[in-house]
């Protein structure tokens, strides 16, 4: 499937997803105000590490050997059959360490012990955490755009819906709980069309490990398990840094703007994950792997920084009509909020060849180091400039970001190139 009919489909679901989430954050920030928001945001990145725990870090590899084994289908069961047993058994760990550290997490991540109660919500939900993450990444891998599209468009409805309800009837409490309530209830959607899509036994998806399957997957599982841990961690440290430095309504602005960034990159990230990672998987050849990257940003950077642009230019009515008039300080700051997306997007392209040719090590030690100056970038910032300086220092990170991988893309198609058998005398 092209590019563009991959981003035309998928643009179809992101429509349905942006819909959807800009409405619940104009809810929550009526409801719950800037403070509230920056509560949310920490039991988003919590819920994120649990994901991960629940199958999450198996997704990008079940989606590139999904992929690779397109012609025999035994092995891509054994690779489904092996990530979704795998992420069953972390789930069950991870809930059963959200259940005893739950007073500590309550206190430490969402800044309140009373708020516990949201925990066995998330340690509840954590299985359908598996089984969502997983199905979509093989479905990714076999290219069913098409039910992609459908399972991520009835979870968005049906997990913003449920959150809007319990959001209206509980406030804080309600916004909080609905998250792991709409995962569960992706869960349920996409294992339904993952059932019309591959036509087996639920029974053939969980089961055996299959040790080759295990193996293969190991490298990408230390590639996703380092980003669900160090992002989220990251973006906690960074709210909990903002709240000391001037209080939590700073911290409620800085997640509002991440939001909204979220919700600007949403269609591009998603279109790199479904097109670009199963087919830089199939390229073996330097030169066709620099013509791919070269597509991709011919394709992409034209659409974000056009974006970018038209929500500077609007950011002020932008913000009053996604949030409240609460939130009006981070129009000040979504300049260098903007740069900072073109530049991730920018660098999110050469950082998808690491995964697909699963240069563990590399990709982990950017990870590691980035995530790091991420975070020192924003809280000294912020130090020195309030909520601007915090996205000033978002913006400079991920400039040094893609300059670091764009230079290692040549690396790898050097290397692809002398990895070519040489051509035979006289032929």
Known sequence: MSLARTTALNGAATAVRLAAGLALNKLLA????????????????????????????????????????GRAPQVQAAVWRTALTLGLVGAGAA??????????????????????????????????LAVNTV?????????????????????SLASVGAAALLVLRFGLFGGLIALPIGQALCGVITAVVFRRAWRSRWRDLVGRIDRRAARSLAGFGLMAATTAVVVPLSQIVIRDGLTRIAGAELAGLWQAMWKLSETHLLMLTTTLSLYFLPRLAEIREGGALRREIAKGYRFVIPL????????????????????????????QALGWQLLGDVLKIASWIPAYTMISHARTRLYIATELVFAGLVTLACLAGARAWGLPGAAAGYAATYA??????????????????????APVAGA
């Open 135 to 155: 199905l979509l990444a093989a479905l990714s891998g076999l290219k069913r755009v098409d039910a992609f599209v459908t399972a991520t468009i009835l979870g």
């Open 30 to 69: 009526v409801y719950v105000g800037p403070a509230g928001f920056g509560v949310i945001g920490q039991f988003q990145s919590l819920t994120a590490m649990v994901g991960a725990a629940a199958g999450g870090i198996f997704g990008p590899g079940v989606t590139k050997l999904t992929a690779e084994h």
């Open 304 to 331: 974000v920084v056009a974006t970018a642009a038209a929500i500077y230019v609007l950011r002020e009515p932008l913000t009053m009509a996604l949030f409240s008039p609460a939130f009006l300080p981070l129009a």
């Open 400 to 421: 040094v970001y893609w300059a670091v991988l764009h230079g290692q893309l040549g690396t790898l198609a050097r290397r692809l190139d002398g990895q070519r058998p």
């Open 95 to 128: 809930s059963l360490l959200v259940l005893v550290l739950g007073p500590a997490l309550a206190e430490g991540v969402l800044g309140d012990a009373a708020l516990r109660g949201v925990l066995p919500w998330l340690a509840a939900s954590s299985a359908l």
